[in-house]
């Protein structure tokens, strides 16, 4: 019987051993850098807010986050090696909008459950802009010349089967048509309408902000149900006699969809306290994406959400 108590004590004590040194395991991670890939070239929205987040996480979390960018097939690229990349945390990626949208078109073979999202860091709506030497000084101008010209004005875009694309479908239903031109590069995107090569650009105004506030653009129309407070003398579609389905871009930052629970509630914790602080603060503001960050079930529902409205419109 003594044996017996010396053996079961024993057992006790190295199973409640193995227990701590279990839950310290588990509150190691992470112990080693986290790559975050960026699904986008150099220069663009996802790319800056991807680096920003990093510079901004590494202290929270105590390992370096070195950034890479993988692009192309609207994000695609990037996406897969993360779905294939192991679900232990320390690979994440930027999962936005537009990469969502390009699976209801058919591009890739990526799905909302292929990922996990650790939080929506930024939403914003998209505007149509032009040059400052444009002809076109309103949006009646705009698409008043689209209605009686279609197909000839010309639009830069981020690729086709984005929401980018959608709007424009949505908008030459209703008689305004104007030509799609995809850009894969953020940077040659921007500089499209000013090269002449683009009559408008559709794009987020925290991604172009540098040629609003040089004054080589002008914002015309607004696809939102409300005017953005920041740019108030611009009308919205609704104003301009449109029926649109509002898709905001959103980016978030996800990680496979096998990653443990554990680890992605460390991540998603650490995201929450980087986006409370002020320098998150006025980098969002700056770039017109502020949103409480939005997090676990509700994150996953309104990517499927979001897919699901893509879908419905190119199915139309």
């Known amino acids: ?19 701590i040194t279990g839950a310290a395991t ?33 202290p929270e979390l105590g390992v370096s986050i070195p950034v890479t960018n993988v692009g192309g097939a609207s994000g695609n690229a ?31 073979d990526n799905a909302p459950d292929d990922f996990r999202v650790v939080a929506i860091v930024q939403s914003t ?20 010349h689209a209605r009686e010209n279609p197909g000839e004005l010309t639009v830069a875009t981020s690729g ?29 995107r921007y500089a499209a309408p000013l090269g002449g090569h683009t009559d408008v650009i559709y794009e ?10 040089s004054g080589e653009y002008r914002p015309l129309m607004i696809f939102a149900a409300e005017r953005h407070p920041e740019f108030p003398d611009v009308p919205t579609s609704g104003e301009m006699g449109l029926e649109m389905v509002y898709l905001n871009t959103f980016r978030t930052l996800s990680v496979p969809a096998d990653t443990p629970d ?10 929450v306290t980087v986006a409370e602080s002020e320098q998150w603060q006025d980098f969002c503001a700056r770039t017109y994406t502020c949103l409480t960050p939005l997090t676990g079930d509700a994150a996953q529902e309104e990517i499927r959400v979001f897919f699901e409205a893509i879908a419905a419109q190119l199915d139309d």
């Open 78 to 108: 990037g996406l897969t090696r993360l779905r294939t990349s192991p679900a232990d945390g320390y690979t994440m990626g930027t999962l936005i909008s537009l990469t969502v949208a390009s699976w209801a078109a058919g591009i890739g």
């Open 26 to 58: 588990a509150q190691e991670f992470p112990d080693r850098p986290i790559e975050l890939i960026v699904t986008f070239g150099p220069g663009g929205g996802a790319d800056v807010m991807g680096r920003q987040i990093a510079q901004l996480l590494e």
């Open 204 to 213: 987020e105004p925290g991604d172009v902000v540098q040629f609003l506030e």
């Open 160 to 188: 086709y089967g984005t929401q980018d694309d959608v709007a424009l479908i949505m908008m030459a239903e209703q008689g305004f048509d104007m030509a799609n031109v995809p850009f894969s590069a953020p940077g040659e």
């Open 1 to 19: 019987m003594i044996t017996f108590a010396k053996t079961t004590m024993g057992a006790a004590l190295f199973a409640g051993a193995m227990t």
């Open 262 to 271: 554990d680890v992605v509630a460390r991540l998603e914790s650490a995201v």
């Open 125 to 144: 709506p998209s505007f149509l802009f032009v040059a400052s030497n444009s002809p076109f000084e309103t949006a009646e101008q705009l698409l008043e």
